[in-house]
């Protein structure tokens, strides 16, 4: 009996003193791994909240295959980067912003190839401010390019909500 | 000492002689960034075991020590994971399960029951890195062939400076003469076999001298 005492009492100093060890590598590393995954997308995040605290969210679930990441802003707000198939058919790159209540708060297109001065009417503020009002009307004479982005918030929505 | 060190290179090469962590060797070396990844991290983690082992082998209980190599190894694996995953997150994204798999690479547990648990801790610290160093190799070997009959080019890019190109050898002439089988499970053992024939072939070759030497003697 005393025998086992002592085996499992050696075998927890082993473990315990391990522990400590990767404790403090996993203190040291995990803000560097953290920074790591928004680093690609900080100068995008950027133009919707400057100088904000931001951080990747990984685990989402997007059946219409439209979102391509999720970032918490500052723990309250959230910016969603979107993927969106309008009239042109190499569709359009987009960062979408909700506050916590994910009413719309912000869009900024980061690449596309609608018709200028058409398909481009819905990436301008005029829409943009619908959007914020809660609007989930689309642009009559543009309603691909604005359909996908209603589509955009839905699919944002749900992923969110679900979160 | 250096004999200690020759020996995890051919004599006792872990992967072609001793047949030792064949599993993470066969699936990754698909390309020489994953082999030398790959073997890298085993180097540092084997080293780091051995001398741990060593340094604690003469207050572990018999009954126990199983377990505590389990520990000292797991401790050991996941501390390199995460620098991996914070200093090269491109490498840690293409070996995937496998650096966590070195847990259970018979090569670590192999050695630290073999020879750290009996053995000084420079000698196990050599020991470690020299098998390392054989596995790496081994690596490189498969991963160098494969690469090359699989796609026709090599490609060695620098994980901790955001993937930029180190060298690139792709004559586009060999282009159409490209071997695809080669990246896959089958290429996998075929270069395996090989490469075991040949390493077999080397130790007989070796034994052979050492007996002629001895009758002439």
């Known amino acids: 009996m005393n025998k086992i005492i002592k085996l499992s009492i050696f075998l927890a100093l082993v473990a315990m003193v391990s522990a400590i060890f990767v404790g403090l590598v996993n203190n040291f590393t995990s803000p560097i791994i953290a920074e790591n995954l928004i680093k690609s997308e900080r100068t995008n995040l950027e133009l919707l909240y400057p100088g904000a605290d931001f951080k990747a969210i990984e685990n989402f679930t997007d059946e219409t295959n439209q979102i391509q990441g999720i970032y918490s802003v500052n723990d309250e707000s959230y910016v969603v980067k979107l993927e969106g198939k309008g009239y042109s058919a190499n569709g359009f790159i987009y960062l979408l912003a909700l506050n916590k209540d994910l009413k719309v708060d912000g869009l900024v297109v980061l690449s596309h190839s609608e018709t200028s001065g058409i398909g481009s009417k819905a990436f301008e503020d005029d829409y943009i401010n619908k959007l914020k009002e809660g609007s989930s009307d689309t642009i009559s004479g543009a309603t691909f390019t604005s359909s996908a982005i209603q589509r955009g918030i839905e699919a944002a929505k749900t992923a969110l909500g679900a979160l | ?217």
């Open chain 2, 1 to 217: 000492m250096f004999k200690n060190f020759k020996n995890g290179l051919i004599k006792e090469n872990p992967v072609f002689t001793l047949y030792l962590g064949m599993c993470s060797a066969l699936a990754i070396s698909t390309n020489i960034n994953n082999a030398l990844g790959m073997g890298v991290s085993v180097i540092m983690i084997l080293t780091l075991t051995n001398v741990t082992i060593s340094a604690i082998r003469k207050i572990t209980p018999d009954e126990i020590r199983i377990p505590v190599y389990i520990v000292v190894i797991a401790s050991a694996v996941s501390i390199v994971e995460m620098l991996v995953h914070a200093f090269a997150p491109s490498l840690y994204s293409s070996l995937g399960v496998f650096i966590s798999l070195i847990v259970v690479n018979c090569i670590i547990l192999g050695r630290a029951e073999a020879f750290a648990s009996k053995n000084g801790m420079l000698k196990s610290a050599l020991d470690g890195f020299s098998m390392g160093v054989g596995y790496t190799l081994s690596l490189l070997l498969i991963s160098l062939t494969r690469e090359f009959l699989a796609t026709m080019s090599l490609t060695l890019t620098n994980p901790f400076a955001n993937d930029a190109v180190v060298f690139k050898f792709a004559p586009s002439f060999l282009e159409p003469y490209k071997i695809s089988l080669f990246q896959t499970a089958t290429g996998s053992f075929f270069t395996f076999a090989i490469y075991s024939i040949i390493f077999g072939i080397l130790k007989e070759e070796k034994k052979k001298t050492r007996k002629v030497v001895k009758r002439n003697a």
